[in-house]
């Protein structure tokens, strides 16, 4: 099993920044790396950021392309989120997941469920 928790999220105005941090914990290794994934009101969740923890390969969203980075502090088994340039649009529940599958940014095939996420609010 792996738990992971989110921390981070906040009110920021637009074209502010915001660092999300992903603690991880457990036992299990058997995943491929970390993705960060976004909820926004009314609609489904969306892959916005993943990470080997091997590698260091990164993968992003379309949307948030030169605007988020994604990183992994191995030594602290967490990962980060990045993310500048904010707009209302990137309002949402953000929750890491642990990506044993592809694509990455398919919510339905994560490793071992979701963290409780945390609420990021762009104001316009």
């Known amino acids: 099993q792996v738990q992971l928790l989110e921390s981070g999220g906040g009110l920021v105005q637009s074209g502010g920044s915001l660092r999300l941090s992903c603690a991880a914990s457990?036992?299990?290794?058997?995943?491929?790396?970390i993705g960060w994934f976004r909820q926004a009101p009314g609609k489904e969740r969306e892959g916005v950021a993943c990470?080997?923890?091997?590698?260091?390969?990164?993968f992003y969203g379309d949307s948030v392309k030169d605007r988020f980075t994604i990183s992994i502090d191995k030594s602290k088994n967490t990962a980060y989120l990045q993310m500048n340039r904010l707009t209302p649009a990137g309002t949402g529940v953000y929750y890491c997941?642990?990506?044993?599958?592809?694509?990455?940014?398919?919510?339905?095939?994560?490793?071992?469920?979701w963290g409780p996420g945390t609420q990021v609010t762009v104001a316009s």
């Open positions: 997941a642990a990506i044993s599958g592809w694509p990455w940014d398919d919510p339905s095939i994560v490793f071992d469920g």
């Open positions: 990470i080997g923890r091997f590698d260091g390969s990164t």
């Open positions: 457990g036992s299990s290794s058997d995943y491929y790396g």
